[in-house]
């Protein structure tokens, strides 16, 4: 998929020669970029005029890359890929539970950050074109979910997701009774196949089945060892 150049990427990185890498390769690609050397300015600017996807760093001047991405999400769902040295792996797990749809450990390839943006600007075409049908609704176990208006209800609580959440549920859901293996629901929803480390898609199962127990769901997902997971009706489901 050839990207749409008005496109328009934030980055925020303190790394000013990592930036300036970020920034030749994405628009080399065809995307307009805007880049930051602190989250809060990037905040600042999104607040004014929002932008199609953000790139940002965990360690940065100021308010963190972290503390940045919680603020987003109390006011929008634009896709994030968190950005996280080696050696603070557990950032990412933060990253993505405080609503981070991607990460990437530093070093990394740019081609890779490139890879990680089209599929993740992909997911969001395809939940957006999904969204003007009217067809796209599935049920299982107590679930009800609709991509028209990206809702999803169990029995009558709704469960707010973020578009990652979503595209995992809905691929669970769509498969219900079987189970789905790690590698197809990378594909399905990361959209790069198994290049994502599978603890993204663990991190974001963990996410869903906290939702759902919250909005007092009896259906549950469970991991087939070796495999992937299955959605799972309760007893009064």
Not at 19 to 35: I, N, P
Request: hydrophobic fraction near 40%; include cysteine.
């Amino acid at each position: 998929m050839n990207p749409d150049t008005h496109q328009l990427i934030y980055i925020a990185d303190d790394d000013c020669n990592l930036l300036s890498v970020e920034k030749t390769f994405l628009e080399g690609a065809g995307y307009l970029t805007r880049c930051f050397t602190t989250g809060d300015d990037l905040l600042a600017q999104f607040k004014k005029e929002p932008c199609d996807l953000i790139i940002l760093d965990v360690m940065m001047p100021g308010t963190d890359g972290l503390s940045v991405c919680k603020e987003l999400r109390t006011i929008s769902e634009v896709p994030i890929i968190i950005l996280t040295a080696k050696e603070s792996e557990e950032d990412y797990i933060v990253g993505l539970a405080l609503g981070g749809d991607d990460y990437l450990f530093k070093p990394f390839s740019p081609s890779m950050l490139v890879m990680r943006v089209r599929a993740l600007l992909r997911r969001v075409e395809m939940t957006t074109q999904a969204s003007l049908q009217t067809v796209g609704s599935y049920r299982a176990c107590d679930l009800r979910l609709t991509e028209q208006d990206h809702s999803v209800y169990a029995k009558n609580t709704a469960v707010s997701l973020s578009l990652t959440e979503f595209a995992l549920l809905r691929a669970l859901m769509a498969a219900f009774p079987q189970a789905v293996s790690r590698t197809q629901l990378l594909h399905d929803v990361w959209g790069i196949d198994a290049q994502v480390e599978t603890r993204v898609c663990d991190e974001t199962i963990r996410r869903v089945r906290i939702k759902l127990q919250q909005a007092q769901s009896t259906s549950s997902i469970k991991a087939i060892w070796g495999f992937g997971y299955r959605l799972e009706a309760g007893d009064d489901a």
